[in-house]
C-alpha cells in the first residue's frame, strides 16, 4: 500500500501521474492519485500575497513572477528554496517507505516579520492514469476534527486527511469549495494524450509563522498521522532523479552567485 510523490523541479505537474499523495487504497487493485499540488499563497499583514507554486495552463507556465527559486536538492528529499519579496521559505517533501503518506514541510526561513501562509489542497482522488474533471458527483465539504481536516469527495474512495503540526503556532480552515480549471499537463500534450483536467479544492488551511517557524501537513488516507510522526518526519523513500524536460522561465532560475550584489 505504499505510496509515492513524483513532479517537476517548478512544482508544477506536467503528466497526469504527477502528485504528492499516489498510493493503492485499501479495496483497490490500482493506484490512485489523490493530492496533485498544493497552491500555496505568502501574505505579509496589509501586502498583496505573493503566490509560491506554480501551474501550466494554456501552454504556458503561469506563476508569480515576484518569487524566484533560489535552490533545490534532491538530498536527502526534495528541497526548494524560494524567495518571495523579501523572505525566503524552504519547502520540503518526505514520503515515508512503506505508508500512504506524504509530509510536506515549510520553514519560514527569514523575514522581516511574520508572514500568513495560505496552503489550497488540489484534490484528483482519481486512478491515476486517468484525468479528473468537474462533476456533480463530488461531496464539496471538508471538515476540521482535532489537528485534521477530512475530505471525502467520493464514497467509493477513502478519506483524504490533512494533518496539520506547527508547534505552538495556530492555524485554521476556511471552507471555501472551488475547483480549478485548464489545469495543463505538457508532457501528456506532447505525447498526444487528453491533458487538460480539473483539481478540486475544499478549503484553505492558514497558518501564521514567525522567521525561523515551519509546518508540516501531513497528506493520508482514511487516518491522520500521529502527531509523533507528523512533529518528527521519518527518513524519507530513496528519491530517482528524473530529467527535466521542461525548462523554468527566467524568473524562477536560481540567481548565480556572481551576480547576487549587482
Not at 57 to 73: A, M, N, Q
Not at 91 to 116: I, K, M, Q, Y
Not at 130 to 154: E, F, K, M, Q, T
Request: glycine share 10%.
Amino acid at each position: 500500500r505504499g505510496g509515492f510523490a513524483m513532479g517537476t523541479v517548478s512544482g508544477a505537474p506536467a503528466r497526469r501521474y504527477h502528485g504528492l499523495l499516489v498510493a493503492t487504497p485499501a479495496g483497490h487493485g490500482k493506484r490512485h492519485h489523490f493530492l496533485a499540488r498544493w497552491q500555496e499563497h505568502l501574505r505579509e499583514p496589509g501586502a498583496p500575497a505573493l503566490e509560491l507554486s506554480c501551474m501550466h495552463r494554456g501552454g504556458t507556465l503561469e506563476s508569480d513572477p515576484r518569487v524566484v527559486i533560489d535552490g533545490f536538492t534532491i538530498d536527502p528529499a526534495p528541497t526548494w528554496t524560494l524567495r518571495a519579496g523579501e523572505a525566503v521559505v524552504e519547502r520540503e517533501v518526505l514520503v515515508p517507505r512503506g505508508r500512504s503518506v506524504v509530509l510536506c514541510r515549510w520553514s519560514l526561513r527569514s523575514a522581516d516579520g511574520p508572514r500568513e501562509l495560505e496552503l489550497r489542497p488540489g484534490l484528483t482522488c482519481r486512478e491515476f492514469d486517468r484525468l479528473h474533471h468537474r462533476n456533480d458527483g463530488l461531496y464539496l465539504r471538508a471538515a476540521r476534527r482535532g489537528d485534521s481536516v477530512w475530505c471525502r469527495p467520493y464514497p467509493s474512495l477513502p478519506a483524504v486527511v490533512l494533518t496539520v503540526a506547527c508547534g505552538g503556532s495556530a492555524w485554521r480552515w476556511e471552507e471555501a469549495p472551488h475547483w480549478v480549471t485548464g489545469v495543463d499537463l505538457p508532457i501528456d500534450a506532447a505525447r498526444g494524450y487528453e491533458h487538460v483536467e480539473e483539481h478540486f479544492v475544499p478549503g484553505v488551511i492558514v497558518v501564521t509563522l514567525a522567521p525561523g517557524e515551519s509546518v508540516i501537513v501531513a497528506a493520508s488516507l482514511d487516518e491522520p498521522v500521529a502527531a509523533k510522526l507528523a512533529a518528527e518526519p521519518p527518513k524519507p523513500m530513496g528519491v530517482v532523479a528524473m530529467p527535466q524536460p521542461l525548462p523554468l522561465p527566467e524568473h524562477l532560475k536560481p540567481v548565480p552567485a556572481e551576480l547576487e550584489n549587482r
